[in-house]
C-alpha cells in the first residue's frame, strides 16, 4: 500500500486498477504458500531429516527463504512479506525447532550484518546537529506508545503495574520501521532528512530496547510477591516493620508446622485402619 500513499498522480481508475492487481498478487501468493505448507514441505522436510545432513538441511532452509521472498518481489507484493511467509511456512511443520536450531548460527550472521548496514547508513555528525529534534521525537514516540499500551492492557482488567510493566516493555520501536523507512524513502514519500532522523529515532530505540527488560524487573518481583502474600501459603499476616530475616524464618517454621499437622494426620489415619482392622477380624479361641 505504500505506493498508494507516494504517488501523486494516481486517479480513480488507477486506483482501482492497482488494488485490483494487488489482490490478485495477494490471492496468488497466499495459494502458493499454502499448497506448499500442506502439499509440499511437510514430506519434504520429513526425507531431508532422514536421508540429507544438517548442511544440507542449512543450505536448503536458506535458499527456500530467498525463493518465497523473490517470490514476493516478482509478484509485486515485497520482498519482505515473502521473508516473513517463508518462515511461517517451515513453523507450520513438525520440523519447525529443529531448523530454528540447525540456522541458529546463520541467523546471528544475519542480524549483524542487518544492524551493521543499518549503521552504516546513519550519519553520527546529522544526527548530532539535530540532536534536539532527534530527542525530542524520541521521547514524544516513547510516552505515546506507553500510554496507549498501558491505557489497552488496563481494559482486559490485568493489575496496573503489571499493564504499565507492559506497556513499557512494548514501547521499543520494532526493526520492521527500517523496511517502512526505506520503501517510503525509495518511493519519494518523505525527504533524505526526515529519512536520517527517523532512522536515528529508530535505531536510539532499539538501542535501549534491552535494558527495558532490566527496568521493568522490580515491578515483576513486586506483583509476584504480591501474588504469593494473596496465596494459601501466605495468608500468615506479616508486620511491616519486620526483616527479610524474620519472614523467613516464619515462612519456615510455617511450613515446618504444616508438615508436622500432615504427618500427624497420616499417623491417626493409620492407627484408625489398624483398629479397624483388628475389630473386624475374628476373635481367636480361647
Known sequence: LVPVFGSKEMNSNALVSFFWNLSLSLGLFFLVCLLLSRLLMPPLLNWMQRRCSLEVHRLFSVAFCFSIASLGGVLGISEELGAFAAGAIIGATVHAEKT???????????????????????????????????????????????VVFSFVISLFRVPFTTSLAIGFS??????????????????KMIKRQWYMLFLGVTGLSMFISPFTGQIIKPLGVRENQAHRSLSPAGCRQRSPCSSGEDTDRS???????MMEKGARKQRGDTSSIVLRKQSESPALPK
Not at 542480524?111 to 521521547?139: K, R, Y
Not at 512494548?170 to 518511493?187: D, G, N, R, Y
Open 100 to 146: 530454528l536450531k540447525n540456522i541458529n548460527q546463520l541467523e546471528t550472521v544475519f542480524v549483524a550484518l542487518f544492524l551493521s548496514s543499518i549503521g552504516i547508513i546513519m550519519s553520527p555528525g546529522f544526527l548530532a546537529q539535530h540532536a534536539f529534534f532527534l530527542g525530542g521525537t524520541f521521547f514524544t514516540c516513547m510516552l505515546i506508545k506507553f
Open 170 to 187: 512494548l514501547t521499543p520501536i520494532s526493526e520492521f520501521a527500517f523496511v517502512i523507512l526505506s520503501t517510503s524513502f525509495k518511493m
Open 251 to 257: 515462612e519456615t517454621e510455617f511450613n515446618i508446622e
